[in-house]
């Protein structure tokens, strides 16, 4: 028979091996008939949910404008507009369950960064997070229980941001980063951005960061200073569940709040690649497993 310990590593390596494999692919879909416009500005084109694909990592957003911190143009079917009073709802792949100390979601936007004085072109993206197990009871991030999922605002400063650009690519440091996005790079030189890994720090964008500080970035060749702000990672806006009070979550509810006339630019949603992996039960837990299944073993052999 084999050890506990044996048990117990062959458990976790093959929850680490379905990880591997559902990391690239555990994004999201869209839950039929959630989506509610909003009041926004955008054409109509940007704006079809049923056939949208939320699970494509976007390189570039056409010809060759690369997905960086300033973008020349984002292409029609790059991305879903949703402007204030609207919100969607989606659906993970599989469940994510909550990390230690790490974000598990992370929502990718449109948004882009003047490089002369670090405004938002596209405007302010605030949104209400929601999160649930099973589709009908919702919670904030924060653990309180919603009573309508599809109208719910969130009270004045508890609402998220999500104005950290979506950047396709590691390209290292802001200059590349920002002329990637007027098609003065090659973007086959670089290699393609974790779009699974938390930005190590989003407080430029979402935090008390200021436009001096952000076209500082936009203009600094230093890979340093990137790196501190981006790693390896694709951006976005990521969040933790670990307060929500769930276990595990399997859908999330975006509602626009305070935006300008266009709204949120919701691009992607992917979770990271640790989220992916059940929790591994107590050794105690596993020994009672494994008694268990030898006494089913024994009846059915006697």
Same mark, same amino acid.
């Given at each position: 028979?084999?050890?506990?310990?044996?048990?117990?590593?062959?458990?976790?390596?093959?929850?680490?091996?379905?990880?591997?494999?559902?990391?690239?692919?555990?994004?999201?879909?869209?839950?039929?008939?959630? /989506?509610?416009?909003?009041?926004?500005?955008?054409?109509?084109?940007?704006?079809?949910?049923?056939? /949208?694909?939320?699970?494509?990592?976007?390189?570039?957003?056409?010809?060759?404008?690369?997905?960086?911190?300033?973008?020349?143009?984002?292409?029609?079917?790059?991305?879903?507009?949703?402007?204030?009073?609207?919100?969607?709802?989606?659906?993970?792949?599989?469940?994510? /369950?909550?990390?230690?100390?790490?974000?598990?979601?992370?929502?990718?936007?449109?948004?882009?960064?003047?490089?002369?004085?670090?405004?938002?072109?596209?405007?302010?993206?605030?949104?209400?997070?929601?999160?649930?197990?099973?589709?009908?009871?919702?919670?904030?991030?924060?653990?309180?229980?919603?009573?309508?999922?599809?109208? /719910?605002?969130?009270?004045?400063?508890?609402?998220?941001?999500?104005?950290?650009?979506?950047?396709?690519?590691?390209?290292?440091?802001?200059?590349?980063?920002?002329?990637?996005?007027?098609?003065?790079?090659?973007?086959?030189?670089?290699?393609?951005?974790?779009?699974?890994?938390?930005?190590?720090?989003?407080?430029?964008?979402?935090?008390?960061?200021?436009?001096?500080?952000?076209?500082?970035?936009?203009?600094?060749?230093?890979?340093?200073?990137?790196?501190?702000?981006?790693?390896?990672?694709?951006?976005?806006?990521?969040?933790?569940?670990?307060?929500?009070?769930?276990?595990?979550?399997?859908?999330?509810?975006?509602?626009?709040?305070?935006?300008?006339?266009?709204?949120?630019?919701?691009?992607?949603?992917?979770?990271?690649?640790?989220?992916?992996?059940?929790?591994?039960?107590?050794?105690?837990?596993?020994?009672?497993?494994?008694?268990?299944?030898?006494?089913?073993?024994?009846?059915?052999?006697?």
């Amino acid at each position: 028979m084999k050890s506990l310990h044996t048990f117990v590593a062959s458990a976790l390596f093959l929850s680490v091996a379905a990880a591997a494999h559902a990391a690239e692919v555990n994004s999201v879909t869209y839950v039929d008939g959630s /989506y509610l416009r909003g009041s926004t500005s955008l054409a109509t084109t940007y704006s079809q949910p049923a056939t /949208y694909d939320f699970s494509a990592w976007r390189l570039n957003t056409g010809g060759s404008y690369g997905v960086s911190l300033n973008n020349s143009n984002w292409a029609v079917g790059t991305f879903l507009a949703i402007g204030n009073g609207g919100g969607i709802t989606l659906q993970f792949d599989s469940a994510i /369950y909550p990390v230690d100390g790490q974000k598990e979601f992370g929502i990718f936007t449109a948004q882009q960064v003047n490089n002369s004085n670090g405004s938002y072109v596209n405007g302010n993206m605030d949104a209400a997070i929601l999160v649930s197990q099973n589709g009908t009871d919702w919670y904030t991030l924060t653990g309180q229980l919603v009573s309508n999922h599809l109208t /719910y605002v969130a009270p004045t400063g508890e609402n998220q941001k999500l104005n950290a650009p979506t950047v396709a690519y590691d390209y290292k440091n802001g200059v590349d980063a920002r002329l990637a996005g007027s098609g003065s790079k090659v973007l086959s030189s670089f290699d393609i951005a974790e779009y699974y890994t938390p930005m190590p720090n989003d407080n430029l964008f979402n935090g008390d960061g200021i436009g001096t500080q952000r076209a500082a970035l936009l203009n600094s060749s230093d890979p340093v200073a990137y790196y501190d702000v981006f790693g390896t990672s694709g951006g976005g806006n990521w969040f933790d569940i670990s307060d929500c009070g769930l276990d595990s979550v399997n859908f999330i509810r975006i509602n626009a709040i305070d935006c300008g006339g266009a709204g949120i630019r919701l691009s992607a949603v992917f979770s990271s690649f640790e989220s992916t992996i059940a929790p591994i039960p107590e050794p105690a837990s596993l020994s009672l497993l494994l008694i268990g299944g030898m006494g089913l073993l024994m009846r059915r052999r006697k």
